[in-house]
């Protein structure tokens, strides 16, 4: 009792700044042992927490005992240190089995090291001169006291460190070994080289032998086990190779500057001991700045250099997540996350196969890129639709190393084993969007060999989120276009059909006319064979007296006048009458080639006197390099004649005819127009005027343009009329003929009726 309460009381003490290391371990060391137990509570977790709470305790033993001045109160801090230090070999063992799960197979040998660890734990608190004790007495060094160890009691107890140690150093060569991929092998061999350093922390048992060698071993399993702690909480213990790695560049870096600090603390160990308190604190304080100094520096370019790949991988998702907004066909959409998880992941092979329509067949080809030459690509899950519906119902990603792990597989792990083996896949990516399974991505093992950590998984889960959401608008965007296309096409169907029915109907309508024209004609035929019959030698007898009168008499002026009246109605009549039997019995067409510039001239000089007299002025546009056209000359200068005796007559005095001709390349036709200046044709006349008998002017008989246009049909040619601002516009179309010389000069001529008469 008086021992604990000298333990109490401050007057034992003493400042003492290398006490100061050892306090900040073991704040650090007690921090991160409730850390991680508020994050996670499983067996590796505990295991971790315990060895935490032996290092702590044995790094605040160090501090009572730097900052004691007491013999005795030091010996009771030392008994209370080796609580920690003796169930620290037990506690690391139990680490170990947790870790590779040998907890249960290897429980015999960790229930013999607690005990062991235990006896020498009863052993440190024995009296010190019972001859079985383990500390024997406390020494004072420069730097504080420590704990004398008996020979062959310290021995014995080195060496069931040294036997803990070994049987842990055995269980992760042995999980090593056991371990099927050379990723968990690689993992193991850096987790050994990571323990290993943190048992240089044997150099502090030197000083319990009577060697002034200052206690630096704490540093290293301080270290040690705040990257372990980092492991465990940030990867949750499946990113231990980050870990590993920064243990072994830490231990690395930091050999440097520790051994040549040691190998210098030994050298000058006699003049440390000479100086002063002042000197000897502030010699310390200069080495623990420079360390401090080193350590700020050397700290953030490793951490940087671990971090850098998380940025790059970080950056990756982002420029992903840019690029997909752009893009909306699905081939490229596919491609580009193939290829971004390609940069992230660094697989063998990466291959997405999709589900049409969410039935669970599987779309064909897969959408593969980067696959070197010679590596499976995945097959095609469609004979697995279990799996399908399992990857749908759970939107997890399946691990092949993970499979213990998932819940609800009810025995199922073969079955997704043998899914796997049969495209080399180590990771299935179901991508779900509305529930629905839109596609399945397939990942092979990493080209390093080395498992996919948790940093992985959560990349990938990023990326899968953004590829379903994006690939499930593809997919509608494709649906709207193949609809937007079957549309276009029923559009243009309904367009083609409907060009066909007005085409139909067109010809329907041309056979109604053509038929009711012909009904027309024969009504004409048969009534005009029966006038003609009947009229024609009336007329011709009338028509005959009347000319004998005028040439045999000598008659008055009035008589002769109204002679002349008489035989120029009969002399009408009688082309009424040629043109009913015209109409009724048509000629057999005897066409010859006939030139439109030499018709249309000789036809205008015909009507020259008169135009002349009304001062009416013919203006052509013939040219003379016209093809010529086959037509029956005669014919052809009579339909020119109807048209321009039409036009004549409905132009008023000092008005104009215009005569325009061209040759059409592509309907390799002749086209001639004939316009005037006058009063034009009612719209809704345009056609009727080329029925029989109908006319707009006083005085026709509704033949003319009739015959024309029965004439020209005959051709193979056409007449219509079209209604233009001043005037009327008749337009004639006939073939053109085989050879003469095309169009190339428009050969223009203007005639003026008005003084010259008919000139060129």
């Known amino acids: 009792m008086n021992a604990l309460l000298r333990m109490v009381d401050p007057a034992a003490y003493a400042p003492n700044l290398h006490a100061l290391p050892f306090g900040v371990a073991c704040t650090l060391l007690l921090a991160m042992v409730l850390f991680v137990l508020t994050k996670r509570r499983g067996a590796v977790h505990l295991a971790f927490a315990a060895v935490a709470g032996s290092a702590a305790v044995w790094q605040s033993g160090h501090v009572f005992l730097d900052l004691t001045t007491d013999p005795a109160v030091a010996l009771g801090w030392s008994r209370y240190k080796y609580v920690g230090v003796t169930t620290l070999g037990a506690n690391f063992y139990l680490f170990v089995l947790a870790y590779v799960g040998r907890l249960q197979s290897e429980r015999r040998s960790l229930i013999a090291f607690y005990l062991l660890s235990a006896l020498f734990l009863v052993l440190a608190w024995l009296p010190v001169d019972h001859p079985a004790a383990l500390i024997i007495g406390v020494r004072r060094f420069y730097w504080g006291y420590y704990a004398q160890l008996s020979p062959p009691i310290g021995v014995a107890y080195l060496g069931m460190f040294v036997l803990q140690s070994a049987a842990a150093f055995y269980q992760v060569v042995a999980a090593r070994v056991a371990c099927g991929s050379a990723a968990e092998r690689t993992r193991y061999g850096l987790l050994l080289a990571s323990f290993g350093g943190a048992y240089l922390a044997g150099i502090d048992f030197l000083p319990c032998f009577g060697i002034s060698m200052y206690p630096v071993g704490h540093l290293f399993v301080t270290l040690f086990l705040v990257l372990f702690a980092y492991s465990i909480v940030r990867h949750k213990l499946l990113d231990i190779a980050t870990a590993v790695h920064q243990t072994a560049v830490w231990i690395l870096t930091s050999f440097f500057i520790v051994v040549p600090l040691v190998v210098g603390l030994l050298w000058a160990d006699p003049w440390l001991r000479q100086l002063s308190a002042l000197q000897?604190?502030?010699?310390?304080?200069?080495?623990?700045?420079?360390?401090?100094?080193y350590v700020q520096h050397v700290q953030?370019?490793?951490?940087?250099?671990?971090?850098?790949?998380?940025?790059?991988?970080?950056?990756?998702?982002?420029?992903?997540?840019?690029?997909?907004?752009?893009?909306?066909?699905?081939?490229?959409?596919?491609?580009?996350?193939?290829?971004?998880?390609?940069?992230?992941?660094?697989?063998?092979?990466?291959?997405?196969?999709?589900?049409s329509d969410g039935t669970g067949?599987?779309?064909?080809?897969?959408?593969?890129?980067?696959?070197?030459?010679?590596?499976?690509?995945?097959?095609?899950p469609a004979a697995d639709p279990a799996v399908l519906d399992w990857l749908c119902a759970s939107n997890e990603v399946l691990d092949r190393d993970r499979l213990g792990e998932i819940a609800g597989l009810d025995g199922g792990e073969q079955d997704l084993l043998a899914y796997l083996d049969r495209g080399q896949t180590q990771l299935v990516v179901p991508l779900v969007q509305g529930g629905v399974l839109i596609g399945v991505l397939h990942v092979g093992k990493k080209r390093n060999g080395r498992p996919y950590t948790t940093r992985d998984l959560r990349l990938l889960g990023r990326l899968r989120c953004a590829a379903a959401i994006a690939l499930a608008n593809s997919l509608l965007f494709e649906q709207v276009q193949q609809l937007n296309r079957r549309l276009t096409d029923t559009n243009a169907d309904l367009e083609s059909s409907n060009r066909v029915l007005q085409a139909r109907?067109?010809?329907?309508?041309?056979?109604?006319?053509?038929?009711?024209?012909?009904?027309k004609l024969v009504a004409v035929g048969e009534m005009s064979a029966k006038i003609a019959h009947e009229l024609g030698n009336p007329i011709g007898i009338i028509s005959g007296s009347v000319q004998f009168c005028l040439d045999s008499l000598?008659?008055?002026?009035?008589?002769?006048?109204?002679?002349?009246?008489?035989a120029r109605h009969a002399q009408n009549a009688g082309q009424i009458l040629r043109g009913l039997l015209?109409?009724?019995r048509p000629e057999e067409l005897r066409l010859e080639a006939v030139t439109p510039w030499e018709a249309v001239a000789q036809v205008t000089a015909l009507l020259n006197g008169r135009s002349v007299k009304r001062g009416v002025r013919f203006e052509l546009e013939v040219p003379a390099a016209l093809p010529h056209i086959h037509a029956v000359r005669s014919h052809f200068e009579q339909i020119l004649l109807n048209v321009l005796l039409n036009s004549l007559e409905s132009v008023s005095d000092d008005g104009w005819i215009r005569v325009e001709a061209g040759y059409d390349g592509e309907a390799r036709s002749v086209t001639i127009a004939i316009s005037d200046s006058g009063p034009g044709v009612p719209l809704p006349d345009l056609e009727r005027i080329f029925e029989p008998f109908y006319t707009t002017r006083p005085g026709g008989t509704g033949l003319g343009l009739s015959i024309c246009r029965e004439l020209l049909g005959a051709y193979g040619g056409t007449i219509c009329a079209k209604a233009v601002a001043g005037g009327a516009c008749f337009v004639i179309r006939l073939p053109a003929g085989e050879g003469g010389a095309h169009a190339s000069a428009p050969g223009v001529s203007i005639f003026s009726r008005t003084q010259q008469g008919l000139s060129s």
């Open 300 to 355: 953030p370019q490793i951490d940087h250099f671990f971090q850098r790949r998380r940025y790059d991988l970080l950056r990756a998702v982002e420029e992903f997540n840019e690029e997909i907004r752009d893009l909306h066909e699905l081939k490229p959409l596919g491609q580009r996350f193939v290829r971004t998880v390609e940069r992230v992941l660094r697989p063998e092979q990466a291959a997405l196969h999709l589900v």
């Open 361 to 380: 067949v599987i779309v064909p080809p897969p959408i593969v890129t980067g696959a070197p030459a010679g590596l499976v690509t995945p097959v095609e």
């Open 582 to 584: 015209r109409l009724a």
């Open 505 to 519: 109907n067109e010809e329907l309508t041309r056979a109604r006319n053509q038929l009711i024209h012909s009904s």
């Open 554 to 566: 000598t008659l008055s002026g009035e008589v002769r006048q109204h002679l002349e009246v008489v």
């Open 280 to 293: 000897f604190t502030t010699v310390h304080v200069l080495l623990f700045s420079l360390v401090f100094l």
